[in-house]
């Protein structure tokens, strides 16, 4: 966006007048840009900041006719509260699972030599495409039925992991991959174990990538209705994704007033699970590695 | 591991897994293989997963089914828990439902039982999904002998299905002989019965009927010259009062009939086969046993699709096309901008309701319209009927694999007892089963009132075959390959290919 | 990347150990139920009616129904559209722009479009679905408002289009951060030296930026390609429709197997599924191994 291309090396070196012309020109392009870019994605979202707060929303995103109304109404559900602990519970124990999983199994897989090992990785991938999908429903409830499981939270972690965790280790293991092995090397000299090479050496520097996996696991647990639903059936114990559902009519008819009012209530827990990885553990490092 | 496709008859009377469990009899080939596939998995996996005995699970089975949070002890006697499961919520879908259930029900059933010196403890699993979700949960609980002991909300399309999969069984093999010497049989009408037969077997007991209208805007009727009491007594009048909607409110959709796959059930029940049965057939003939398939009468209605959304403008092929388009149908009727809208009484109750509708109509009671369904001509209809109609509805079962089966047959007695039954349309007039219910509720409402008394001896209901479902969405697709652009002769072409497939060239009617 | 030479690093012993607790739990919850779930599609199982009481095996005949299905080619051809629009060149190129353009800034400017493209990723998927809906909708929406009452039905008359926008608006987030972490890892005295040569912005980016994060970006073009591939989002935009114009093979399955429960079929439909898929990864990991 900056600079305009490789005609300006043919015609020789540019005045110094020019310079100061398309850096202006392009500190211009790059705001359009960026004005279009930040109102393509926040227009959408108007909707959602003020229906909830209009006594008649319509899908139109119009100054609402203000109440606070809808919020006492989508709290008299008795499950609308405590689904968004449910859903926080099951996106935190599921990102725990697979972090603590996915980060060793990124780091071995990174260090070791294996014939075949991107295959088998992307084997995992292709199965968990599976896995997730509607198909695999049937094989997946009786999986954890036999086990034990059905209508607990345990058994949807374990399922929601065993779909996340490939695409987890495939994630961190190019952050991995880019950390250079001299550290460990000098480490290992100085006799740490290999468990204090991962703690102590790679994680750090792979925090960035833990911290995109993070979010990236809480995001797809939050939104993903179809497991829990199948396997828990306890109305208290299911998350908001499924309990949105509570929002519709016999008839299947959303009313568009308690649904973005819940949307709403359900948007924020996540958002701010967000910024607060993203405060504390950053999704990058800043200056990359020295060296 | 591989019990899942185990028949019922592993399981005992009690919904016990018996011991024979390990080898599934009727599925040797897959038990071969889910055994290839543990083994795979427990070499992988060594120590995480060994569920203990076969024995064990599937006692787990109908531990999960009955005591999950009831937090019921025993208090002498032998305590008896019981659970009803519903796709109703409290605070959401279908919350009278829910609030009948968990402060009607319950209690009273518990009172009752306790002055017979039983202690029966009654819980409540709701459910706010989707009907076609609901269905899934319940599906799979069955696949486990799991479930509920009294299920509510089985639509009655669904049925056969269930019935065909050995889910469900007949209401007297579960409750006994109690069941057929029940009273409340004489005041369910033998159309509310058969809505939740079987092979002419009862299944479960019905909880109301619905019918379908014609609904009309009267200001819009009026606009355009058309009387409030407007009937029509032919497709043509539909299509004539339409023209002059169009002519003298541009800004309004005339008609609109449900069609296209979107909708799913609703275009068939609130679209395709209410004017199907104007043709003078219904979809399935139960002496011949078979279904219409390319037949003059299917290209009728396509027909008249096709006149509705094929470029008259006299109907918007976008509601029918789009994903929430019956939700879009329904504003814009609330909003005067449709004219005709053919319905069942569900949108008269919680759609435009002015009282806790979700597209409040505040004049609903003076300026909505509602009349018969007209055959396609005079005397077209099925037995020679000048008017028509569809209804449907859902019921309650019981589970086969209930521990409790007498227990479980005497909640849903008194659920569908005439008490119970008035709790239950305190809050909210509909029309339910019983016929004494009716009488004494249904004077307050006048559609309700229309629709008990002069759709019911009128309607037709769908047949509660296993492959209806895939029919109907047959019928859905080649509704909406008309409101696309495709000519009904195509689409009905395509539609007996279809059905062909799925219920084979001798169960078709394709006569003409 | 240095991988290569790095077996002294971690002795074999605890490399298994790290990775043993992984994949017990991918055994169980992963391969247990895709294996099972690829056996399905050998049967007629369905979860309701006969076929639930006594499943055959039907061999290929799914696959042969499959295949003489033409609405199937119809999703193949919606989903390679789809995915090809939205995630190829969609979200990884204004993901990648938008990495490159914030990445030398600060403040609020930077802050401010970093968390709309995130907040778009964050946002719950069904919530995101009435967010289109209400946006896109012909007499009301936001964006015919802001057109001047243009009333153009966009999920009438430009469904695929629309699911493509939606599927960018709510994916380029991961592009985005994913890029934007690999830049960092691009050495800054390369890109300084190139500067001070009078390298343009797009010739660092093509002679040295690309090239160093090429292992970045087709892991990148790997997951988004294979996440969308399998997006089941546009279902509850448009159902499929109109008239099966965005009916891809996610929402296909769905509605074998989840509304007409017909799981044979919808594990058959998901078997090619997966096939399609591993023809796409063994095409990128083969251009992957071409880069060492």
New interface residues.
């Given amino acids: 966006?900056?600079?305009?291309?490789?005609a300006?090396?043919v015609r020789g070196e540019p005045s110094e007048s020019e310079l100061v012309v398309r850096r202006f020109l392009g500190r211009v392009a790059?705001y359009v840009?960026?004005v279009i870019?930040?109102a393509?994605?926040?227009?959408?979202?108007?909707?959602?900041v003020l229906?909830p707060f209009d006594a008649h929303p319509?899908?139109?995103?119009a100054l609402p006719d203000f109440t606070l109304g809808n919020f006492g109404d989508v709290l008299k559900d008795p499950y609308a509260l405590s689904s968004l602990g449910v859903s926080i519970l099951l996106a935190v124990g599921t990102m725990l699972?697979v972090v603590?999983?996915?980060a060793?199994?990124a780091?071995?897989?990174?260090?070791?030599?294996l014939p075949g090992r991107?295959?088998l990785l992307?084997?995992?991938?292709?199965?968990?495409?599976?896995?997730?999908?509607?198909?695999?429903?049937?094989?997946?409830f009786l999986?954890i039925f036999d086990l034990g499981l059905t209508d607990t939270h345990l058994g949807v972690v374990?399922?929601l992991?065993?779909?996340l965790?490939?695409?987890g280790?495939?994630?961190l293991k190019?952050?991995v991959?880019?950390i250079?092995?001299s550290y460990?090397?000098s480490a290992?000299l100085f006799g740490a174990?290999?468990?204090q090479?991962?703690r102590d050496i790679v994680l750090p520097y792979a925090r960035?990538?833990l911290a995109?996996i993070a979010?990236?696991v809480?995001?797809n647990v939050?939104?993903n209705?179809l497991i829990p639903f199948i396997l828990l059936r306890t109305p208290s114990s299911q998350p908001?994704?499924v309990v949105?559902y509570n929002f519709y009519t016999e008839g299947g008819q959303?009313d568009l007033r308690l649904?973005?009012t819940f949307?709403l209530l359900?948007?924020i827990p996540?958002?701010v699970m967000?910024l607060f990885v993203n405060r504390r553990y950053g999704?990058?490092?800043?200056?990359?590695?020295k060296g | 591991m591989m019990r899942r496709?185990a028949?019922?008859e592993d399981l005992d009377r009690t919904g016990r897994r018996t011991t024979s469990g390990l080898k599934p009899r009727?599925?040797g080939?897959?038990g071969v293989?889910?055994a290839a596939?543990?083994l795979?998995?427990a070499a992988?996996?060594?120590s995480?997963?060994s569920p203990s005995s076969s024995g064990a699970v599937g006692a787990s089975a109908t531990t999960t089914s009955s005591a999950a949070p009831s937090g019921s002890s025993a208090v002498g006697g032998a305590p008896i828990a019981l659970k009803i499961s519903a796709n109703a919520v409290v605070g959401g879908k279908n919350d009278l439902a829910a609030e009948w259930i968990t402060t009607y029900v319950i209690p009273t059933f518990q009172q009752m039982m306790a002055a017979q010196g039983k202690n029966v403890t009654v819980t409540f699993a709701g459910s706010g999904a989707a009907d076609?979700?609901y269905?899934?949960q319940l599906?799979?609980d069955f696949?486990t002998g799991g479930g509920a002991d009294v299920i509510v909300g089985l639509d009655d399309i669904?049925v056969?299905?269930?019935a065909?999969?050995?889910?469900i069984k007949p209401l007297n093999q579960v409750g006994g002989a109690a069941v057929d010497s029940w009273d409340g049989w004489s005041q369910i009408s033998q159309a509310a019965q058969d809505d939740m037969s079987y092979n002419g077997q009862r299944f479960g007991i019905a909880s109301g009927l619905d019918g379908r209208v014609l609904y009309f805007n009267k200001d819009v009727m009026a606009a355009a010259g058309l009387p409030a009491d407007w009937q029509p007594k032919s497709w043509a009048d539909i299509i004539t009062a339409a023209q002059a909607i169009k002519a003298k409110e541009p800004g309004v959709t005339p008609l609109q009939i449900n069609a296209?796959?979107?909708m799913g059930e609703a275009t068939t029940a609130q679209g395709f086969l209410p004017l199907l049965v104007g043709t003078g057939v219904n979809i399935y003939d139960a002496t011949t046993k078979k279904w219409q398939g390319n037949t003059p009468q299917i290209q009728n209605v396509l027909k008249f699709y096709q006149q509705i959304y094929g470029g008259s403008g006299l109907g918007d092929p976008?509601i029918q096309?789009?994903?929430?388009g019956r939700d879009q149908s329904f504003l814009e009727f609330s909003q005067k901008k449709i004219g005709i809208l053919l319905e069942g009484d569900y949108l008269w109750r919680s759609v435009i309701n002015p009282k806790g509708g979700i597209d409040p109509e505040a004049d609903r009671d003076t300026n909505i319209g509602y009349s018969l369904i007209p055959a396609m001509t005079p005397g077209s209809g099925i037995k020679g009927q000048d008017f028509v109609s569809i209804s449907g509805g859902g019921g309650s079962v019981l589970n086969p694999n209930t521990k409790a089966p007498a227990e479980a047959w005497a909640l849903l007695a008194f659920m569908s007892s005439k008490d119970a039954v008035t709790a239950s349309v305190s809050k909210q007039v509909r029309i339910t089963m019983r016929t004494d219910v009716n009488a004494a509720t249904l004077a307050q409402d006048p559609l309700l009132t229309f629709v008990s008394t002069k759709v019911f001896p009128i309607t037709a209901v769908r047949p509660g075959l296993?492959?209806y479902?895939?029919v109907s969405?047959a019928l859905q697709l080649a509704s909406?390959?008309v409101?696309?652009g495709k000519s009904p002769a195509d689409a009905a072409t395509d539609y007996q290919n279809a059905l062909t497939?799925l219920v084979g060239a001798d169960h078709i009617a394709s006569g003409g | 990347?240095?991988?290569?030479?790095?077996?002294?690093?971690?002795?074999?012993r605890?490399?298994?150990?790290?990775?043993a607790?992984?994949?017990?739990?991918?055994?169980?919850?992963?391969?247990?139920?895709?294996?099972?779930?690829?056996?399905?599609g050998l049967?007629d199982?369905a979860?309701?009616?006969?076929q639930?009481?006594?499943?055959q095996?039907v061999g290929a005949a799914n696959y042969a129904?499959a295949l003489s299905d033409p609405r199937l080619l119809n999703s193949l051809w919606v989903t390679f559209v789809y995915v090809f629009g939205s995630a190829i060149v969609g979200q990884a190129v204004?993901g990648f722009?938008?990495a490159?353009?914030l990445r030398a800034w600060r403040g609020p400017?930077r802050s401010?479009?970093e968390i709309?493209?995130?907040?778009?990723?964050?946002?719950?998927?069904?919530?995101v679905a009435?967010?289109?809906?209400?946006?896109l909708?012909?007499k009301?929406?936001?964006?015919n408002?802001?057109l001047g009452n243009a009333a153009i039905?966009w999920?009438?008359s430009w469904p695929l289009l629309s699911i493509i926008v939606v599927n960018i608006?709510r994916g380029t987030a991961?592009s985005m951060?994913?890029f934007?972490?690999a830049l960092?890892?691009?050495?800054?005295s390369q890109l300084e030296a190139a500067r001070l040569a009078?390298?343009?912005?797009?010739?660092q980016i093509r002679d040295i930026v690309l090239p160093s994060i090429r292992?970045?970006i087709l892991?990148n073009l790997?997951?988004i390609s294979?996440?969308t591939?399998?997006d089941?989002a546009p279902?509850?935009?448009?159902?499929?429709?109109?008239?099966f114009a965005t009916d891809t093979l996610?929402v296909y399955?769905?509605r074998n197997?989840?509304?007409?429960?017909q799981?044979g079929y919808?594990?058959a439909?998901?078997t090619i599924?997966?096939l399609i898929?591993?023809v796409i990864?063994?095409a990128y990991?083969r251009v992957?191994?071409a880069r060492d």
């Fill in positions: 966006m900056r600079g305009t291309g490789p300006s090396t790059f840009f960026i870019v930040g393509f994605f926040a227009l959408p979202m108007v909707w959602l229906a319509t899908l139109n995103a699972l603590v999983l996915a060793p199994a780091y071995a897989l990174s260090r070791v030599r991107d295959l992307y084997l995992l991938l292709l199965f968990s495409s599976i896995v997730t999908g509607t198909a695999a429903m049937v094989p997946l999986l374990l399922v992991a065993g779909g965790v490939p695409a280790i495939f994630i190019d952050f991959d880019s250079p092995t460990e090397e290992r174990s290999s468990f090479i991962l960035p990538g995109v979010v990236w809480m995001v939050w939104g209705f908001a994704a949105i959303a649904i973005s949307g359900y948007s996540v958002v967000y999704f990058r490092f800043y200056g990359g590695l | 496709f028949p019922m009727s599925h080939r897959l293989l889910f596939v543990v795979i998995a992988c996996s060594t995480s997963t076609e979700d269905k899934t599906g799979l696949t669904w056969g299905e269930f065909e999969a050995g889910y296209g796959t979107a976008q096309l789009a994903a929430k296993a492959v479902d895939q969405q909406q390959e409101v696309a497939k | 990347m240095g991988a290569s030479n790095a077996t002294a690093v971690l002795p074999k605890a490399a298994a150990a790290f990775v607790p992984a994949f017990v739990l991918i055994a169980v919850f992963l391969i247990f139920p895709a294996l099972w779930t690829l056996f399905l049967t199982y979860l309701t009616g006969a639930a009481l006594h499943p095996v129904t204004l722009i938008l490159w353009t400017v401010a479009v709309l493209v995130i907040l778009a990723w964050i946002i719950p998927g069904s919530v009435f967010l289109w809906i209400a946006f909708d012909t009301e929406g936001t964006l408002g802001l039905p999920l009438f608006w991961f951060l994913l934007g972490g960092t890892t691009v050495p800054p009078g390298a343009s912005g797009w010739q292992g970045h892991t790997l997951l294979l996440w591939f399998n089941f279902f509850l935009i448009t159902a499929g429709g109109p008239n996610p399955i769905f197997a989840f509304r007409n429960l799981f919808g594990a439909i998901s599924m997966l898929n591993l990864g063994l990991l992957l191994r």
